[in-house]
T-cell receptor
């Protein structure tokens, strides 16, 4: 069982819609959390870190619930360019990152 | 800055052949790592390094060797390629362990 679990989707949403992804992590000692974005046949790139108090970056909002061990990403006013795979990531006490398998998003006109 | 570079972009090997995947970064990052990405499996850590001369194993190290003689370079060696090593390989670096990791463009490897 992977340390980070995500619904693979795909999520198909129309432009302008709000979409939310959740992921769960199994290691209660995990210290840091991130969302990475990966376009088709490209490398992953950091979208945003996830802080305990929740954080927002433009149309993107990330939240962390340590009690339930889940992380969420909310995308408002979806754009065609948001179509990608979103990777949920945790880090334990060391250096290694634990990647979820990714959630695929397709935003349609 | 070029960031993280990887060569080659594509490679086809026959079973039993050996090869080295190259990775270099020009950001003076201490931390470097190698991942493989397979359909339905996500990214899995192969080996990582926290500085020149220091390497350690990740989740799936078997069949791979690494060394870190300089801060800039972190090559990944396949000792005797197997079809199970067909994958996309990403190299990544970061300033420190908890920071953003920057990924290279990847090497697509097929082992026949």
């Amino acid at each position: 069982r992977k340390e980070v679990e995500q619904d693979p989707g795909p999520f198909n949403v129309p432009e302008g819609a709000t979409v939310a992804f959740n992921c769960t992590y199994s290691n209660s000692a995990s210290q840091s959390f991130f969302w990475y974005r990966q376009d088709c046949r490209k490398e992953p790139k950091l979208l945003m870190s996830v802080y305990s108090s929740g954080n927002e970056d433009g149309r993107f909002t990330a939240q962390l619930n340590r009690a339930s061990q889940y992380i969420s990403l909310l995308i408002r006013d979806s754009k065609l360019s948001d179509s990608a795979t979103y990777l949920c990531v945790s880090r334990n006490s060391g250096y290694a990152l634990n990647f979820g398998k990714g959630t695929s998003l397709l935003v349609t006109p | 800055n070029a960031g993280v570079t990887q060569t080659p972009k594509f490679q086809v090997l026959k079973t039993g052949q050996s090869m080295t995947l190259q990775c270099a970064q020009d950001m003076n990052h201490e931390y470097m790592s190698w991942y493989r990405q397979d359909p339905g499996m996500g990214l899995r850590l192969i080996h990582y390094s926290v500085g020149a001369g220091i390497t350690d194993q990740g989740e799936v190290p078997n069949g791979y060797n690494v060394s870190r003689s300089t801060t800039e370079d972190f090559p990944l060696r396949l000792l005797s390629a197997a079809p199970s090593q067909t994958s996309v390989y990403f190299c990544a670096s970061s300033y420190s362990g908890g920071d953003e990791q920057f990924f290279g463009p990847g090497t697509r490897l097929t082992v026949l």
